[in-house]
């Protein structure tokens, strides 16, 4: 376990831990990330995502972490995954430093409780176990999740507008953040 968060007396623990490809975390990753497009999360794809290429894009994702280049993270709440964000590694060599957070997703019904601090939280623990001092992410700038990120103390880079494509349909701006580990 790396982490738990008890914001207060009523808030339950989350056990923290790296993920690695089985049947069953697959299956409990691709019903979070096709659950998060359907309801708008800015995380790369378009809805309706099939379980199938969710499940696609976790295996090649766990299978990268398993050659050390991102480590993939869940927070589980007993037997239920809470949420996840993966921490890239695999950065230029002139970027040894820098990490990069992505994927950072909480269950509709884990919203609000701490989970996703209790991620970042731990994923910065592990950035400096992996000797990177500098973490870089992006966050959709409509309905994204910049509010969050600063009250963590990540810095406002900037922002691009028309970057991607919201889930739904439209363009939306990203915005960039910095924070120093």
Not at 106 to 112: E, I, P
Not at 121 to 140: I, K, N, P, Q
Not at 157 to 175: F, Q, R
Request: aromatic letters at 8%; proline letters at 4%; glycine letters at 8%.
């Amino acid at each position: 376990m790396l982490s738990t968060d008890t914001h207060s007396i009523d808030m339950p623990a989350f056990e923290i831990r790296p993920l690695s490809c089985s049947a069953e975390i697959l299956s409990m990753l691709s019903e979070l990330l096709v659950d998060v497009v359907a309801y708008g999360g800015s995380v790369g794809f378009m809805h309706p995502l099939s379980s199938e290429q969710a499940q696609a894009f976790w295996h090649n994702s766990l299978l990268a972490a398993d050659l050390g280049a991102r480590i993939v993270l869940g927070a589980f709440d007993e037997d239920t995954l809470a949420g996840t964000v993966t921490l890239l590694l695999d950065c230029p060599p002139n970027q040894p430093h820098r990490g990069e957070i992505a994927k950072l997703m909480t269950r509709r019904d884990y919203r609000g409780r701490g989970v996703a601090s209790s991620l970042i939280r731990a994923v910065e623990t592990l950035a400096v176990e992996h000797r990177r001092s500098l973490l870089v992410l992006d966050t959709a700038a409509d309905e994204g999740a910049s509010a969050f990120y600063e009250k963590l103390g990540y810095v406002r880079a900037g922002e691009i507008p028309d970057y991607a494509l919201k889930p739904h349909g439209g363009l939306t701006g990203t915005i960039i953040f910095w924070k120093k580990v």
